[in-house]
Nanobody
Framework: QVQLVESGGGLVQAGGSLRLSCVAS????????MGWFRQAPGKEREFVSA????????VYGDSVKGRFTISRDNAKNTVYLQMNSLKPEDTAVYYC??????????????????WGQGTQVTVST
């Protein structure tokens, strides 16, 4: 059973930074890409970022490019999302996600099978 547990959310002022973490268990972490999504109240789920098994060639949604950085530590079964220059519009519940196909990097939510419980990020003005 694959489990994903996020942490690191919180309340931060605009312009500030947060680092989210997601610890995975239940299978060989290093064989699967990982992704981050977010969902704000009343809005659809949005792709934030994804990273391949090697930790290179990250992909970002347009709204976070240049501000967010995804990384992974395969030895710790953990994927991170460093969020800088946060804006109020970044306020959302952030979810990490994992696909069920090895080495597959998806950009859509329906391409991921496993989801964490989410962590709230609130950016104040």
């Amino acid at each position: 059973q694959v489990q994903l547990v996020e942490s690191g959310g919180g309340l931060v002022q605009a312009g500030g930074s947060l680092r989210l973490s997601c610890v995975a268990s239940g299978r060989t972490f290093s064989s699967y890409a990982m992704g981050w999504f977010r969902q704000a109240p009343g809005k659809e789920r949005e792709f934030v970022s994804a990273i391949n098994v090697y930790g290179d060639s990250p992909v970002y949604g347009d709204s976070v490019k240049g501000r967010f950085t995804i990384s992974r530590d395969n030895a710790k079964n953990t994927v991170y999302l460093q969020m800088n220059s946060l804006k109020p519009e970044d306020t959302a519940v952030y979810y990490c996600a994992a696909p069920d196909r090895r080495y597959y990097v998806g950009l859509r939510g329906d391409q991921y099978k496993y989801w964490g419980q989410g962590t709230q990020v609130t950016v104040s003005t």
